[in-house]
């Protein structure tokens, strides 16, 4: 496990990502900070479907026995 120590630049909080992590100059990231604390960096991809084979975001519907009670779909 790597550590690091944010530092203040300017207004800012900089965390050093080390280069063993093989993070590219100029790639860009979402970050998401948890209720407990942890941060998630996401990279920002243009297309996510781009190189999907085919079926390979299909989810088949579960209940497909499923019956409407009453009058639950009038409003769709």
Partial sequence: MTTIKARKQGNSIMITIPSSFGIKEGE???FIKK???AITMIPKIEDPFKNAQDGEFYD??????YMPAERELDGL
């Fill in 60 to 65: 088949p519907d579960l209940n497909v026995d």
């Fill in 35 to 37: 209720d407990n604390g």
């Fill in 28 to 30: 860009e990231f979402f």
